[in-house]
């Protein structure tokens, strides 16, 4: 079976896939097509399906993992697959680990990793609300992905972000001493923890109800506050950990409605935007070669980024 990123242009193959997003569209021409979001351990890829029938409406279906006989061509400096046809794959013939990509370590490390992180923390209303809310969520902060598509879209992604995000404010904190480094700790581990309900799980991801119309960082702070509230903490330390979730994606205009007020809060901030970042970029660059440019990058400001020659040593 040829994975997506061993996919070559302008050859024909057959294929299974997972379809995990589709939309309808007319061409200038009045005739029908759809748009088709493909997805397997190796990565992601839009399809075309032109002229398409009832029968190609009943098969691809997201969610479903499909025999996909295809072209590859380049559109736009990125592959895209011109769908001919496919048959849906029954159930009990699918390895789910083909088609979902996970976290670049093990469930185990990352479990040992948290745990030490959880442990480390001495502030008492940060631990009691971060030990709360991850046992309350724990099975699905281990499986689910941070988000639908653009980073840490993988299982496991939720914690891994947050894990990452921990490492890095580990060592800004010990260069800034004067930095309350276990409120900043703990809520690197549980900024995107409303992710468990705003997103459906790791495979064929897609936003819930509650997700579209509350998403992840008023859902978390609610959290946050109901813990608060049940654990009969009061003062500072819940208010500024609600503030810090809120304001972990930095402005309105990327989803927080407020700036980050406290220099914790910045640090989350600064700290979240830089991971989210730096996945997306070793996305872009895993499917391209030294010496390339990667396809426009709409989360980076539409910019297309260089694949340095000498990254071929790190290869």
């Not at 046809?85 to 979902?100: E, K, N, T």
């Amino acid at each position: 079976m040829t994975s997506i990123k061993e996919l070559q242009e302008n050859t024909q193959v057959t294929t299974q896939l997972l379809v995990i997003n589709v939309t309808k569209g007319v061409t200038n021409q009045s005739k029908p097509y759809m748009t088709i979001q493909f997805q397997d351990a190796t990565g992601t890829v839009d399809g075309k399906k032109w002229d398409y029938t009832d029968e190609d409406v009943a098969v691809f279906v997201p969610g479903n993992v499909v025999e996909v006989t295809c072209e590859v061509i380049e559109y736009k400096a990125a592959k895209q697959l011109k769908v001919l046809r496919g048959v849906a794959v029954p159930m009990d013939q699918i390895d789910s680990s083909l088609f979902v990509p996970s976290a670049p370590v093990s469930k185990e490390e990352l479990i040992n990793k948290l745990t030490g992180y959880v442990n480390s923390l001495k502030e008492g209303d940060v631990k009691t609300i971060v030990t709360h809310l991850l046992r309350k969520h724990y099975k699905e902060y281990i499986d689910w992905p941070a988000a639908v598509r653009n980073h840490h879209n993988f299982v496991s992604g939720l914690v891994y972000h947050s894990l990452c995000m921990a490492d890095t404010a580990e060592a800004i904190c010990a260069l800034y001493p004067s930095i309350n480094r276990d409120i900043v700790i703990g809520v690197c581990l549980i900024h995107d923890l409303g992710k468990v309900i705003e997103l459906s799980g790791p495979v064929a991801t897609k936003f819930t109800l509650e997700g579209k119309l509350l998403g992840h960082i008023s859902i978390e702070q609610a959290e946050v506050r109901e813990a608060a509230h049940e654990l009969g903490l009061t003062g500072e330390i819940p208010t500024l950990m609600e503030h810090m979730v809120l304001s972990h994606h930095s402005k309105p205009d990327f989803g927080s409605p407020i700036m980050p007020l406290t220099r914790e809060a910045l640090v989350v901030a600064m700290v979240d935007d830089l991971d989210a970042k730096m996945n997306i970029l070793d996305k872009a660059y895993d499917v391209i070669q030294p010496g390339e440019f990667t396809s426009k990058l709409m989360t980076m400001d539409d910019r297309y980024f260089y694949k340095p020659l000498y990254t071929a040593k790190d290869e």
